[in-house]
């Protein structure tokens, strides 16, 4: 553990500013949408219009730090559900997981912190508390297993895409779109996580941390289980943990990248990777 902390030290604070930033943009664009104070809320009443806008601007937050240079660094996670998947498929050393977890929730939780510094009480206001993720009216009954649904979706989506040598560089494009499309659509049944280090950061400040169980269970079992299948397939390799696999951008995982698409990657291992690289998963 000491020797992932002297080595990928960088990335864990990557992936903690990471989260941190997403959360202070998910933050920023509920007041502007949903306190009862803004002039954008009161231009637009249908919640299904401010939903659309709320995708496009989360979507494009994903993105944007998925393609960001500190996201191609630590491989834009970001999500402790996204890291236990690779750490099951034998691409994140146990060490490196748990410090991105760890990192994540820390991130997270700055994050809405910096975000309640900056909006003042219209970020508490019970329109917008913290932008926590709650159950629709139908509860948890149909919460917890909307959660699985769109966790196993988007990694299912992942694996594919990051590990087919013509789609690989899009991944965080793709995953921006589900983003946004999951915002539009699925938010009014669960509130729409994806994230237990999301929903744990805006629960710790707004107090609704009785619904938390759902978003701190449903995403890992989604992505765990999107894996479990992909592994299954015929011909199915996993090459690395990356969201973005960057040319020239030094790797902290378990990666095969380079050896697979050489010409393609120009991909530097890390200088700290003491242990050899798994064989891709198949």
């Known amino acids: 553990m000491n020797g992932a902390l002297r080595a990928h030290w960088p990335e864990y604070l990557m992936e903690a500013a990471g989260l941190g930033l997403f959360m202070i943009s998910a933050c920023a664009f509920v007041v502007l949408l949903e306190w009862p104070g803004s002039p954008v809320h009161r231009a637009l009443p249908e919640p299904f219009l401010r939903r659309i806008l709320m995708g496009l601007a989360m979507g494009g937050t ?3 730090l998925i393609y960001s240079p500190w996201g191609r660094r630590s491989g834009a996670h970001y999500n402790p559900a996204t890291t236990l998947t690779f750490l099951r498929l034998g691409k994140v050393r146990p060490a490196d ?8 929730c820390a991130g997270g939780a ?8 900056l909006l003042g009480p219209r970020v508490s206001d019970p329109a917008v508390r913290y932008a926590a993720t709650l159950p629709g009216p139908a509860g948890a009954v149909a919460a917890w297993p909307a959660e ?9 989506m992942v694996l594919h895409v990051s590990n087919h040598p013509r789609w690989m560089r899009r991944t965080g494009l793709y995953a921006g ?3 946004a499309l999951y915002i539009t659509f699925e938010a009014p ?4 996580s994806l994230n237990p280090a999301r929903s744990l950061a805006s629960a710790l400040y707004a107090g609704t941390l009785t619904p938390l169980w759902i978003y701190l269970t449903a995403p890992p079992l989604g992505m765990l289980m999107a894996a479990e299948l992909y592994r299954r397939g015929p011909g199915r390799r996993v090459y690395c943990a990356k969201l973005d696999h960057a040319p020239g951008v030094a790797c902290p995982f378990n990666c095969s990248m380079g050896d697979a698409f050489p010409a393609r990657s120009g991909i530097q291992p890390a200088a700290s990777s003491h242990t050899p690289p798994l064989a891709a998963i198949r």
């Open 62 to 64: 994903a993105i944007a």
């Open 97 to 104: 997981a748990g410090a991105y977890v760890l990192a994540q």
């Open 177 to 179: 779109a589900l983003v």
């Open 189 to 192: 049944i669960s509130g729409m």
């Open 148 to 156: 699985v649904v769109i966790a196993f979706v988007m990694m299912t």
């Open 110 to 117: 700055a994050g809405v912190g910096v975000a309640a510094l």
